[in-house]
């Protein structure tokens, strides 16, 4: 079994979507990206998680980031489904979502419980753990990875932070602390020497040799 892990290349692959058939890396571009899975198509938390992705899409846009679902479900689904989201959690999803039938992107990213391969007649919770997201960087590369329960929805808006944490760490030589927000202050990180950090932020607070704090403008 591939296992994945931080920094490896996102596995590439076809697939067919709500807005036509892509090939993954074609599509991701020279964009970030966010790939996320669902359980199944018309069932409760997986509409309300949908519904909040369609309303802060343009906050991913903002940030140059693409957003596309995924889940076992055929695409006459997805798209009966995309009516009742709209209707219920009052926005419309304009981003695409795949239909993996036949499994092949679910095994390839490891979004399957274990020694779960059935692929007739799944359900809801046949596919528990299938409720995984996925951070990619304009080069490929994942940079998060997260997998919840069945039964928990998920935070959205913690990846819209994770995203902005890892662009601005992309471009400056820092990090963010425990319960980091934009805009708050950053870490400088150790390899930063002090003299360095001088000509480079100009001001910061030292803590410990280890913990240094800078705002960035």
Known sequence: MNILRIN????DFE???TAGKINFHSWVGNKWCVLFSH???FTPVCTTELGYMA???????KRDCKIIGLSVDPLESHKKWLIDIEETQG???LYPMISDENLEIAKLYNMLPADDNQIEDRTAITNATVRSIFLIDPDKKIRMMLTYPMTTGRNFDEILRVLDSIQLSSKHRVATPANWEKNDEVIIIPAVSDDEAKKIFKDFRKIKPYLRYTKLS
């Open 8 to 11: 490896d290349i996102a596995p």
């Open 15 to 17: 697939a067919s979507t």
């Open 39 to 41: 359980p199944k198509d």
């Open 55 to 61: 309303k802060i899409n343009k906050e991913f846009e």
């Open 91 to 93: 926005a419309k999803v």
